[in-house]
């Protein structure tokens, strides 16, 4: 059901912690099921130097955010802008559709952040 790469991603998450000096912080929900994702972010240059994330929810948003925020990590907040969730979908091997919700949540977390 879920790839090699999800599934190590959400049973040993990396970046999985509140981080207090945070420069930006963005938070989405997911309703239908109560799913809640925060994701910190650590700037300098316009370029993210550290990434980590807190969720509430499934193991396939617990791997979204541990692989997103890997990803993250020395990146421009422009390139971090231009991530789709095509890209982040395959990153993670594919999910299956009724658990894509863990990429939008991603998404609109990470813009909640560089937008704050």
Not at 51 to 69: D, E, H
Request: hydrophobic fraction near 40%; charge should be neutral.
């Amino acid at each position: 059901m879920y790839s090699s790469t999800a599934w190590q991603h959400a049973t040993k998450p990396q970046h999985r912690y509140e981080m207090s000096d945070a420069d930006a912080v963005g938070h989405s929900r997911y309703p239908p099921c109560g799913d809640s994702f925060t994701i910190y972010l650590k700037l300098a240059d316009e370029t993210i130097q550290k990434a980590s994330f807190q969720a509430k929810s499934c193991g396939p948003v617990v791997a979204m955010g541990s692989l997103g925020c890997g990803l993250l990590v020395g990146i421009s907040v422009d390139q971090a802008r231009k991530l789709s969730a095509f890209e982040l979908d395959a990153e993670l091997g594919g999910l299956p559709i009724s658990k894509r919700h863990a990429i939008l949540m991603f998404l609109d977390a990470l813009n909640r952040a560089l937008n704050s």
